[in-house]
């Protein structure tokens, strides 16, 4: 049988080390391959001390994408100290199984870290580009996909280029955030699942 890769994936911590620290503990209690991190790590860009440091002690790999909340420098400092890889705009291969994507949000004015459309876009097309033979495919976004049912709580809330993505892409698995009163909450395009995978964290297998 083929082992499937587990994951932990989570997002909009907004700084909260406690929380950090709860979630490597149930990184370790799952015994998870990968954590991934959609983004809004850290709370209008501060507060990023020891956010990442709990999954690498865990001896856990992690990978992220920003969220409005921070910037790309700050995602590239934790990267070097850590030792860690960002998916914004790039992508990273496990076996069969590749990881890629783009973090920020569009439409709306972030604290932080804002892009348009068109940016969202190229970003994710780049980083599809060198994995779209993948048998199995991982977009991580900060944003969820336009059109999907967290749209229904937050309307006109999603980015139209990241469901151009999943329309044109189909990846299996798209993780993303953002919008809190949608943690815990999947939808389905296609054969997309769509995770808003929450503060509280959710484990997944693929």
């Not at 291969?93 to 190229?122: H, K, M, N, S, Y």
Request: proline letters at 3%; hydrophobic letters at 40%; charged letters at 25%.
């Amino acid at each position: 049988m083929e082992k499937k890769l587990r994951i932990l994936a989570a997002g909009d911590l907004h700084g909260n080390i406690a929380q950090v620290e709860l979630l490597a503990k149930k990184a370790e209690e799952e015994n998870v391959d990968l954590v991934i991190l959609t983004g809004d790590i850290t709370h209008f860009d501060r507060s990023s001390e020891n956010l990442i440091g709990p999954f690498v002690k865990k001896g856990k790999k992690v990978f992220l994408v920003p969220g409005n909340h921070e910037s790309l420098e700050t995602i590239s400092l934790l990267t070097e100290i850590y030792g860690i890889k960002s998916l914004h705009g790039a992508y990273y291969i496990l076996g069969d199984i590749a990881l890629f994507g783009c973090g920020g949000i569009t439409q709306r004015v972030g604290p932080v870290l804002t892009l348009t459309e068109a940016e969202v876009e190229r970003l994710l097309e780049r980083s599809h580009e060198k994995i779209k033979g993948s048998k199995k495919k991982i977009m991580v976004t900060h944003e969820h996909p336009a059109g999907c049912i967290i749209d229904r709580i937050i309307p006109n809330s999603g980015s139209k280029s990241i469901r151009k993505a999943v329309d044109r892409f189909q990846p299996d698995l798209v993780l993303c955030g953002h919008i809190h009163e949608a943690w815990g909450i999947e939808d389905r395009i296609g054969k997309t699942r769509i995770v808003n995978v929450g503060r509280d964290g959710t484990i997944l297998e693929i």
